[in-house]
DNA sequence: CGGGTAAGCGGACACCTGTCCGCAAAGACG
DNA sequence: CGTCTTTGCGGACAGGTGTCCGCTTACCCG
């Protein structure tokens, strides 16, 4: 755990900066494209960012952010199962603007999970489902993972089905997450 | 809609014999492979299967055939929702042993959603709802497109996740297409 | 059976993602 | 300030998917 080099945190800088820019004009920018407008070679942004996802992670870490600290603002001013369906329409929202920003979140939650974290979304996600757990109204046998996979379909759907079937969606795996009344 | 040219329809049937070969021995091969082992050149071979996955969902239609049938069955020997609790068993034990038939039922009914209808795994799907919409336990506004899309994240996970995971998932599902009791 | 035409072939090619490795230069230390 | 180590650079390359287009050949028709 030595120091990063000088020169390496400020190609990292770069790199996410060309990332924005570049991505806020195609949102499917080709990582080519982002290394040349850093002014790096490939391999320095493949070492700094091992995959696409990992980028996106950062250059929208962010969004993510915000993402987790609803969950405690909503968890302060509702019920839980109430705190996680506005949680939800809060993740449709993001969804919607930027389709990456789902893939950000879940391969932020990817890495982290080999790390034998669950990390920040994770942890929100974790936080929602044990208030409703100690409430009675979540099921006691759902965690965190199964959330995130649940809704990671969303980064898949195209814009128009986007709209037509988003919430409803979230709607079913919510019903889902409550706790079984039969 | 004229009727194919002899060799066209030869080269389509070597082709899905090569890659029945193939993906015997090899869940993941080469697009490259098949088309060698079928004697045809690349652009053939892409001309009938546009797509990775439009090659397997004809390579495992035997499977997806076989899935449509257990619908039929299910229902005819046990209450809606049950049935569906069945076929999702059934479901999960397919994309256990061949994690690519979940891509091939994806594709099949992607593939026909364009041409406005549902495919026949679609229409299976149908006929569980609408059974159990009819009996009142399963929700009414649940579509085949949305069972569709929350159980194609089988398809994403690996085996070891699918193991701890994929039926516990199922479940949830299930209870969220479950109609609300409250 | 011979000629015309369009369907179909096949492989070269474009394009991306991710890897590898020889080289440069940053920073520690005397 | 010089030298040594070691981090980090960068671009060539491998490997894969999907596209394109000039040539071939099956099939219709006279």
Redesign the interface.
């Given at each position: 755990m030595t120091p990063p080099r000088a020169d390496a945190s400020a190609n990292r800088d770069r790199i996410l900066a060309a990332a924005r820019a570049e991505i806020a004009i195609n949102a499917e920018a080709k990582l080519n494209a982002i290394a040349q407008r850093a002014g790096v070679g490939q391999g320095t942004l493949y070492r700094h960012f091992p995959t696409r996802a990992h980028l996106l992670a950062e250059v929208y870490r962010t969004d993510v952010d915000e993402l987790v600290e609803a969950a405690t603002t909503l968890l302060a001013t509702h019920e839980p199962v109430t705190a996680l369906a506005r949680w939800f329409d809060r993740v449709a929202d993001y969804a919607q603007v930027k389709r990456d920003v789902m893939a950000a979140v879940e391969s932020a939650t990817w890495a982290d999970l080999s790390a034998h974290s669950h990390g920040p979304i994770g942890d929100a996600v974790t936080r929602l489902l044990q208030a409703g757990q100690f409430a009675g109204t979540i099921?006691p046998?759902?965690d965190a993972?199964?959330v995130i996979?649940?809704i990671?379909?969303l980064s898949r759907?195209d814009a128009e089905e986007f709209a037509d079937?988003a919430r409803?969606?979230l709607?079913?795996?919510?019903?889902?997450?409550?706790t079984?009344?039969?």
């Open positions: 099921r046998d759902a993972r199964d996979i649940l990671t379909y759907l079937r409803h969606l709607a079913i795996v919510l019903d889902g997450l409550r079984p009344h039969r």
